[in-house]
């Protein structure tokens, strides 16, 4: 089976336009570019895109590749202040020259909808998530919607980034899962894999799993993305899709989540500073 989240996240978006559009004022997404990387800037005018679609505000600062940390830091300093600023992203990677720690850390918490502050992976890990990191948040969603049941399951997450593999781990075990965290230096893949139901995938390395090392009671999570010609490929080999028992293909699986969860997290934001009730999410 697929876990279509193309279906989920247009599902969730449909949920958040009805939302939207009973509050008085627009929830305000600003996203900061550095740089003019193409697959990034494709990313961030697809998060603009679809916020608009949802009824929020969005907006994106553009600044050259050449921009220092200080300009950077300056330019949050002055979207914490803003008011009419809700949630705040800066897409990543930045430019070697930028001290990515110091820029995440100068957010806002309040205005953190990529969940990567330090006080919100601390909380996060302490199983009092403020903002949960959006592609962790939509793999938690699909595992909602497709009725998986995670209780007392053994779940197996390959990667270890802040961004991915270990809020996932912390989700995983906050609903009791039993959860193994491995990454690519890992020496017995495949004995963990075996003695795994719920195997996630996000190390960032084009069909690292295979065919063969999947059995037809796997259920899959697949995070990478990667060109592969004219397509699109994960860290899972597409053969697979046919053999385990269920899987997130790429695209149409965990991508689409991710958007929809940072779109979810600005609303979320919005409520927060106006002081409305969260239960109407």
């Given amino acids: 089976m697929l876990l279509d989240g193309r279906k989920?996240?247009?599902?969730?978006?449909?949920?958040?336009?009805?939302?939207?559009?009973?509050?008085?004022?627009k929830p305000h997404l600003v996203v900061v570019l550095v740089g003019s990387d193409p697959a990034s800037l494709t990313y961030v005018n697809s998060k603009k895109r679809q916020a608009e679609?949802?009824?929020?505000?969005?907006?994106?600062?553009?600044?050259?590749?050449?921009?220092?940390?200080?300009?950077l830091l300056e330019t949050v300093k002055n979207l914490n202040q803003d008011d009419s600023v809700h949630g705040i992203?800066?897409?990543?990677?930045?430019?070697?020259?930028?001290?990515t720690n110091r820029?995440?850390?100068?957010?806002?918490?309040?205005?953190?909808?990529?969940?990567?502050?330090?006080?919100?992976?601390?909380?996060?890990?302490?199983?009092?998530?403020?903002?949960?990191?959006?592609?962790?948040?939509?793999?938690?969603?699909?595992?909602?919607?497709?009725d998986i049941e995670l209780e007392g399951k053994n779940a197996l997450v390959i990667g270890r980034s802040q961004l991915i593999g270990k809020p996932i781990a912390s989700l995983l075990l906050k609903e009791n899962a039993t959860v193994t965290q491995a990454h690519s230096k890992t020496k017995n893949i495949q004995q963990l894999i075996e003695n795994n139901d719920i195997i996630?995938?996000?190390?960032?390395?084009k069909a690292m799993i295979k065919k063969d090392m999947l059995n037809e009671h796997h259920i899959v999570i697949d995070v990478g993305i990667h060109e592969d010609g004219e397509t699109l490929v994960g860290d899972v080999e597409k053969a697979s899709y046919d053999k385990v028992k269920a899987i997130t293909p790429v695209p149409g699986g965990v991508g689409p989540m991710t958007i929809a969860s940072l779109?979810?997290?600005?609303?979320i934001a919005y409520l927060r500073k106006e002081g409305l009730d969260e239960t109407s999410i």
Avoid at 53 to 71: D, H, N, R, W, Y
Avoid at 200 to 205: C, L, T
């Fill in 8 to 25: 989920v996240a247009r599902e969730l978006k449909a949920s958040l336009k009805e939302k939207i559009a009973k509050l008085n004022n």
């Fill in 53 to 71: 679609q949802v009824g929020m505000a969005s907006s994106i600062i553009k600044l050259p590749e050449s921009t220092s940390t200080e300009t």
């Fill in 89 to 99: 992203l800066v897409q990543l990677p930045l430019p070697k020259q930028i001290d």
């Fill in 103 to 146: 820029v995440i850390e100068a957010i806002d918490i309040h205005k953190d909808v990529d969940g990567l502050h330090p006080l919100n992976v601390g909380l996060l890990r302490n199983d009092r998530p403020y903002f949960i990191p959006c592609t962790p948040k939509g793999v938690m969603r699909i595992f909602e919607y497709y």
């Fill in 200 to 205: 996630i995938v996000a190390v960032g390395h």
């Fill in 263 to 267: 779109l979810e997290n600005t609303y």
